[in-house]
């Protein structure tokens, strides 16, 4: 058979070239068969493609990209595998064997004292008392308040005692609600942080769940109020048994409890309208009881506007104990607190109108007690609330020019509590006579270390560095370190080393001016009179008063640990709230003020501006 050949010539195909592949293969395996193999080839066939397979197999390692001598592949794993486990075994005993964490640092003087001062409520509590109360000589007292009087014939049981009385004044006791208030307003973190926060909204709550059975708090429009429950005047020798008269615990009063009531009242109405729109802020996340305190408060707010007049007619059982001067500050107080917790613009005119701010004694810079911010006088701290206003949100017209006007006041303020301005004696150990040397001078002194701490905070949000006192430009540090001497003067950086805070420190008063704290908790009613012995005993009183901060002591750093004089030993309600709010703006927790939730009642102030216009089209 022929074929061509592709270089020329023909090109013989043989029979043997048409063999099949299976043919060939025989054929090369019988050549090969005849060619004499040497040793390695022969070893070859003899061991068979198997054995071949499995002696590669056992030498290497085909990881797919790369082939790894099978002796190191398994050293690597191995090692790997038995570093895991002892990484595990000493991971699972560290788990294991308990430890001896460092203890946290313990917490500052104040965040202590603080812990110490709300207790001081607890003790004062009229009503049904809570199981967690904490103060076990403490009981179930007053509890036909109001339904026992012929005239009022409803409830008004609960609230707190004023001092070492048991009288219920309602003008103190609102302003001290607003003053908790507010303090959680500014710093709901830091009492968070301590875990305290629960415990100060119980105690708000305690009271304004008795301001509002004070009046007719479901009404639009009311027509009275309830001043005071209990008496106090004995100033006429009269031996009729009352609360003053009287030394006897709560838990065993059997005397009447008359109930004073006002028709013109536009002090106390302004003030406790203030204390519930403040607690409104505060129990937002409660809408259904926040909506009701605004509701009160709107309705006392209109009361008092209309029915001018002030709660403490001369000869009064009010005026006797706290008389109000004028009414104008609450208008501004009240109104600005109004103004936060509804958002609604007609009270901020009212708070900043150049006539209201003129009555408050706004521009009577004359005054010796201008700027001492007290339950009487509301205007330093109308004025410290409405720079936060400018400060933060800047209303603009037409609330500018008097904004500016309490702004700079609020400066001026600042700079009075400083001493080389010489505004304020100052005692030789160093303590502020914001009272002019008169007795009872720490009530002051907490309210002015407040609003120093408060007002430094603001500055420092809003990244200013500080104020100016004239040509003379101070840092926010200064006032810290104002405040901070006057609550370390209280707490026993004083002459006496002793501490104001009752159960605070090594030394304290141990014979405060109080009923419930001086006669023992045994079962025992002592009546009236009974109780004379226990007021007049030298012995330390058997019941600890857990917080109370005492009257003081006098303008030469002097002190007289005696029951009998108030003016040293008493505590009150109201001095004990200032000194709160003192301490936890104080407080060594690093958060600053809240600056928004006071403002989340307010709209935006200005209109949201049209979107931008379509493009322009030929």
Same mark, same amino acid.
């Given at each position: 058979m022929f074929g061509r050949d592709p270089w020329g010539g023909p090109l013989e195909i043989s029979n043997a070239d048409s063999a099949t592949d299976d043919d060939r293969s025989r054929d090369l395996d019988r050549g090969a068969l005849m060619r004499q193999l040497d040793e390695t080839q022969q070893s070859w066939l003899l061991a068979g493609p198997g054995d071949q397979a499995g002696k590669k197999k056992k030498k290497y390692v085909d990881l797919g990209c790369v082939v790894v001598d099978r002796k190191i592949f398994m050293w690597t794993v191995g090692t790997i595998l038995g570093v895991g486990l002892f990484i595990g075994f000493v991971m699972m005993i560290v788990?294991?064997?308990?430890?001896?964490? /460092?203890?946290?640092? /313990?917490? =500052? @003087?104040?965040? @202590?004292?603080?812990?110490?001062?709300?207790?001081?409520?607890?003790?004062?509590?009229?009503?049904?008392?809570?199981?967690?109360?904490?103060?076990?000589?403490?009981g179930n007292s007053a509890m036909k308040d109001g339904l026992s009087d012929n005239t009022v014939r409803k409830s008004l049981v609960g609230g707190f005692y004023d001092a070492g009385d048991a009288i219920k004044f309602n003008y103190p006791m609102a302003w001290s609600m607003t003053m908790l208030s507010w303090s959680v307003i500014e710093y709901r973190a830091k009492y968070e942080a301590i875990g305290e926060l629960d415990h100060v909204k119980e105690l708000i709550k305690w009271g304004?769940?008795?301001?509002?059975?004070?009046?007719?708090?479901?009404?639009?429009?009311? =027509?009275?109020?309830?001043?005071?429950?209990?008496?106090?005047?004995?100033s006429k020798g009269s031996t009729q048994p009352n609360d003053h008269y009287c030394w006897m615990r709560p838990e065993n009063i059997d005397y009447p409890r008359p109930v004073t009531e006002c028709h013109t009242c536009s002090d106390l109405a302004a003030e406790m309208a203030a204390a519930l729109a403040a607690a409104s802020i505060v129990f937002k996340d409660s809408k259904t009881y926040s909506d009701k305190l605004v509701k009160g408060a709107k309705a006392l707010y209109k009361f008092g506007?209309? @029915?001018?007049?002030?709660?403490?007619?001369n000869g009064s059982d009010q005026a006797l104990f706290y008389n109000s001067t004028s009414y104008w500050d609450e208008f501004v107080w009240g109104g600005t607190w109004m103004y936060f917790a509804t958002g609604n613009t007609s009270y901020l005119s009212v708070a900043t109108a150049p006539g209201m701010a003129k009555h408050a004694g706004a521009y009577w810079l004359g005054s010796p007690n201008y700027g001492v911010f007290t339950w009487d006088d509301k205007l330093p701290g109308s004025q410290v609330l409405l720079s936060r206003l400018r400060l933060f949100l800047s209303p603009g017209y037409p609330y500018e020019e008097i904004l500016r006007t309490f702004h700079n006041q609020t400066d001026n303020v600042m700079c009075s509590y400083l001493p080389q301005f010489n505004s304020f004696n100052f005692t030789k150990g160093g303590l502020i006579q914001l009272n002019h040397g008169r007795p009872q001078p720490l009530q002051y002194v907490v309210n002015a270390a407040f609003l120093a701490s408060l007002y430094s905070d603001y500055l420092e949000a809003a990244d200013t560095p500080g104020w100016y006192c004239g040509p003379y430009f101070y840092t926010t540090e200064i006032l810290r370190k104002f405040a901070r001497s006057q609550i370390d003067y209280i707490l026993g950086k004083n002459p006496l080393k002793m501490s104001y805070v009752v159960g605070f420190g090594n030394k304290y008063p141990k014979r405060v001016h109080h009923r419930g704290a001086s006669i023992p908790h045994n079962g025992v009613n002592y009546g009236c009179k009974g109780g004379f012995k226990w007021r007049e005993t030298k012995k330390a009183n058997p019941n600890i008063l857990i917080g109370a901060m005492v009257a003081g002591p006098d303008r030469h750093d002097g002190f007289k640990d005696v029951r009998t004089n108030y003016n040293y030993t008493e505590p009150t309600l109201a001095a004990n709230a200032g000194l709160v709010a003192a301490l936890i703006s104080l407080s060594d927790i690093k958060t600053g003020i809240d600056k928004n939730s006071i403002f989340s009642a307010i709209p935006p102030m200005f209109p949201t501006p049209p979107p931008p216009p379509s493009a322009w089209k030929p």
């Open positions: 788990k294991l064997v308990p430890h001896k964490h /460092p203890p946290p640092p /313990p917490p =500052d @003087q104040y965040t @202590q004292a603080l812990h110490k001062a709300l207790m001081f409520f607890n003790a004062q509590r009229s009503g049904p008392l809570p199981k967690h109360n904490g103060v076990s000589w403490r304004t769940d008795y301001l509002l059975k004070t009046f007719n708090s479901s009404a639009d429009t009311i =027509d009275r109020i309830v001043a005071q429950v209990g008496v106090g005047d004995t506007r209309l @029915q001018r007049g002030r709660y403490s007619p």
